[in-house]
């Protein structure tokens, strides 16, 4: 057993030691503030509650009002925008709440649903979960679960098992979501079950009380749904919209699987790109020859771009180098690609329109300052995830206590055991989405089972010297018309292959021999195993500092960045069950399905890799200050394959900027401006701030009057920090014009940079790796979140370079221009000329969610943020901010007694 094993389960001894459930008198819910060092701050919009009965649901359709705390916390929210900059710490109380344990104020309602637990509401509608026992607590967050989300985990269990559409309606977007993650995880029940029963080696223990956790939970929501059966005002109102007035089944352990899934899939999850990556390869090649072609590929695929900006500082971490001379590179023989299918929920439901659910391509924000760079001598953090906006949220807030638990915080419900963003009693913690690589692609020879040459549409792979049938799985689901959906009665299969090197994609020829390609993730089958690290994070006893908060955040198999705090330190570590390659494997590539090029120690019956030792992760201690927005982790860290975006522009760099500003001349940061920092970033438009300045380099003063009045509007937009903001509130951002002439102009400057020399089918496939622009409306999406994807990097390096200013990791050529100054000029010119004649209605007309508004064609509409209704009742629509969704502010003055 290794040294992360001895230490991990020396950490969860504590919690293979608790007593069985009491059923005595219900305990004493604890007082606010006990156990808590304080100097925690948090918000949620719109509002803790999620549920409405049909009475609600009248009065509010009837004379708009809202069930208590369903947009509470809305304001807080929105108003920081125009609050910031210039805070203060007496000012944060307006937007974000007090969170230390307990119920400020006193408490609103307080009951107990079992005999082992009481539940506090308090004046926000934040149940607070005090149990006698472990046993309590856990039934105790799944009874509150149901109480604020009993319709959402419902909708959330569906998805999960791609039955979406047959659950809330046959919307072409639900049926495509549900495409989507039948393709990712498509798990029978019989999988799902094993999940729950399954215990990694090494971790029996654990498993048992995570297992018996989950059954706690279940039960809880189980009894809300009885008692919800029986009583009217307790069942959501929109069961009876869907057909179904009697409410839900009832739930089980296996629907918390789907929903983990659900999670893990679109969070937690990267790589899989290898075969359009290579696609793009062969386009390359293909147009500039062998040798060139591969230079330019490098130049987008930006694998290890030292300009990239990494949260990480002065360190390298090295994760998957390039072998010099790679083997079992597995490139499809031009034109024989067939039954390509990619479909991924976690890089392409963004894209559709309309969904049911959409969110961002990664998630969150974070800033964190050390004790010896803050005015009090205590480490600053402003950060928290940002997962889209719906209506209820797909985050819920608790706080839970119980011998051996103390967290307050959020979580997703349906998989909401443990808070898995939030505080302890002197510690908090966050992260962001890191979207390492997780995911590869094999090249699984075919085979004919009756001896001879296999056709390339054989239903049989070649596994370890075996011929073996492919695995076929088939998800089946019909919808008819409901209140909510009426789209008319239909049906759909999704059809996927399956083989132990993972699921199939497509099929082509390999050197003239017939493949699948196959989509292998470290944790597939192993959805709920992170459950383990989140559970520790819960745990006074175990979380006593930064290395113990690094080894717990260890345990976690799905790919994000892990930030603490506490009174005297900061700690950041990247988790995830990176896999062991073979040392002369291209991570860039697809490789070929042989045993020599499967990863190290891989059990390919349970899907199990070893768990990387903390020494192998990106990680730090007390750095001066940490910034991430899912950039590069660290120096050395390579892309993954999906991602061709670290480069040397990235959305981080705004809050970089902010802490620097609040660093200067020796000076140290308090809160308040750590948050004016954040607020500073989440309106900055990244290609005004970031390539913008290098574009008017390059065009000078035009001798067009058109063009040159163009220039002066967008050089004022960028002195004024090219913000997209309405300071004063009147339906129009400060800069508009500006604004205009840049969202018209993107598209047609980077055709003029870069199409000439790439031409338009190299074009296209480098923007099918990484979209032109990740603009605010999210191609009618309204997630808030921005800049997330894009070709700032690119048109920067090249701009500079063509300028002869010093750049590292040079391209293999300038661009723009073809390397030629005037020519580059005349392009940028031409571009920008052909925007102006592009007028506000083509680039801000026809929006659904705007014209549902009745603001069709306004600039800052399009920009604005949607609660996505995941039941009846709606919110208004949001002026954008760039922030995360749930959003923790802290400064801890002292440690708590343990």
């Known amino acids: 057993m290794g040294r992360t094993r001895v230490v991990a389960c020396a950490l969860i001894a504590a919690a293979c030691a608790l007593p069985a459930a009491a059923q005595g008198a219900p305990p004493v819910p604890q007082p606010y503030g006990n156990n808590d060092a304080g100097g925690f701050r948090d918000v949620l919009p719109p509002g803790a509650n999620g549920r409405d009965n049909w009475l609600q649901l009248a009065q509010f359709f009837s004379t708009g009002k809202r069930p208590p705390h369903n947009d509470d916390q809305l304001a807080m929210y929105r108003d920081l925008l125009y609050a910031s900059p210039g805070l203060t710490a007496a000012k944060l109380r307006r937007y974000y709440k007090d969170s230390r344990f307990g119920a400020l104020g006193g408490a609103e309602r307080t009951y107990s649903p079992r005999g082992d637990v009481t539940i506090v509401r308090d004046h926000f509608g934040v149940p607070h979960v005090n149990g006698a026992t472990r046993d309590g607590a856990m039934f105790g967050i799944g009874y509150a679960t149901a109480e604020d989300r009993l319709f959402f985990i419902d909708v959330l269990r569906h998805v999960g098992r791609a039955q979406l559409a047959q659950f809330a309606g046959g919307n072409p977007s639900n049926v495509l979501l549900d495409r989507e993650i039948w393709h990712t995880a498509p798990y029978t029940e019989a ?271 070649l596994f370890r010297g075996r011929c073996l049938k492919i695995e076929v799985r088939q998800r089946k689901e019909s919808w008819k018309p409901n209140a909510g959906d009426q789209t008319p009665p239909g049906s759909a299969t999704f059809t996927t292959e399956l083989t132990p090197l993972g699921i199939v994609t497509a099929r082509a020829r390999v050197h003239g021999r017939p493949v699948i390609y196959t989509k292998l993730r470290s944790t597939y089958l192993h959805e709920p195993d992170s459950g383990l690290g989140l559970s520790l994070f819960n745990q006074p006893g175990t979380i006593r500092g930064p290395a113990d908060f690094q080894r717990a955040a260890s345990l976690i198999g799905y790919a994000f960045n892990w930030f603490y705090v506490d009174s005297r330190h900061t700690a950041y570590l990247n988790s995830g069950a990176n896999p062991i390659r073979a040392p002369d494997v291209n991570p860039d590539l697809p490789v070929m399905g042989k045993r020599r090029f499967e990863w190290r120690g891989w059990n390919p019956t349970t899907n199990v890799t070893p768990i990387p030792p903390v020494s192998s992760h990106p990680r730090a201690i007390d750095q001066a200050w940490m910034t991430s927005w899912n950039n590069k982790q660290a120096l050395g860290v390579r892309a993954s394959d999906s991602n061709w975006g670290y480069g040397p522009v990235y959305r981080s760099q705004p809050l970089d900027a902010g802490i620097r500003r609040g660093l200067r001349h020796g000076r140290k940061l308090t809160l308040p401006k750590v948050v004016d920092a954040m607020e500073a970033a989440a309106t900055v438009d990244l290609r005004g701030a970031e390539v913008l300045p290098w574009a008017l380099k390059v065009l000078g003063r035009p001798k067009d009057r058109a063009v040159r009045a163009a220039v002066g509007k967008l050089r004022a937009w960028l002195r004024s920090g090219a913000h997209r903001i309405d300071r004063n509130r009147d339906g129009t951002y400060e800069r508009a014009d500006a604004v205009r002439i840049m969202d018209a102009w993107w598209p047609r400057w980077l055709r003029a940079e870069f199409q000439p020399a790439l031409g338009k089918h190299l074009f296209a496939a480098i923007d099918g790796m990484n979209e032109l622009v990740n603009a605010p409306n999210n191609s009618g999406q309204h997630l808030g979140s921005a800049w997330q994807a894009g070709w700032y990097g690119y048109a920067q390096k090249d701009l500079r370079t063509l300028l002869g200013r010093h750049v590292r990791g040079r391209y293999s050529r300038v661009y723009c221009g073809r390397g030629r100054l005037k020519g580059c000029r005349a392009a940028l010119a031409a571009s920008l000329k052909a925007a102006l004649s592009v007028p506000a209605s083509a ?44 959003q923790q502010a802290v400064e801890i003055p002292r440690r708590a007694p343990r």
């Open 843 to 886: 680039l801000y007309s026809g929006d659904t969610v705007c014209r549902n508004a009745g603001q069709d064609g306004s600039q800052t509409c399009f920009d604005s943020i949607f609660f996505r209704p995941l039941g009846a009742i709606t919110q208004p629509l949001l002026p954008w901010q760039n922030r995360p969704t749930y």
């Open 191 to 461: 999988d799902l079950q094993r999940q729950v029963d399954q215990v990694r080696p090494g971790f029996v223990k654990a498993a048992n009380r995570l297992r018996r956790d989950l059954q706690n939970y279940v039960e809880g929501i189980d009894q809300y749904i009885d008692e919800a059966r029986l009583d009217p005002f307790k069942m959501p109102a929109e069961y009876a919209a869907i057909g179904q007035p009697q409410g839900p089944t009832d739930w089980n352990p296996r629907d918390s699987v789907a929903v983990a899934t659900l999670v893990g899939a679109i969070f937690g999850a990267g790589g899989g790109g290898e075969l359009p990556s290579a696609l793009a390869l062969e386009d390359a090649r293909a147009r500039f020859g062998k040798r060139a072609g591969t230079r330019v590929w490098r130049d987008f695929r930006s694998a290890n771009d030292p300009e990239a900006p990494t949260t990480i500082r002065g360190r390298r971490f090295t994760y998957e180098p390039t072998p010099r001379h790679p083997r079992g590179v597995a490139l499809p023989d031009p034109g024989s690609l067939k039954d390509y299918v990619n479909l991924d929920a976690s890089t392409t439901n963004t894209r559709a329109a309309a969904q049911l659910l959409a969110f961002p391509a990664a998630m969150s924000n974070a800033l964190v300052v050390s004790a010896r760079r803050s005015a009090s001598g205590h480490p600053l953090a402003v950060f928290g995830p940002q997962v889209a906006y719906f209506a209820p949220e797909i985050l819920m807030e608790q706080d839970v206590h119980a011998p051996g638990i103390d967290a307050r915080g959020a979580a997703f419900p349906g998989a909401n055991l443990y808070v898995s963003l939030g505080h302890g009693r002197d510690y908090a913690w966050s992260a962001t989405s890191a979207g390492q690589d997780l995911t590869d692609t094999f090249a699984v020879p075919l085979c004919n089972p009756n001896g001879g040459a296999a056709s390339i549409d054989s239903g049989y792979y």
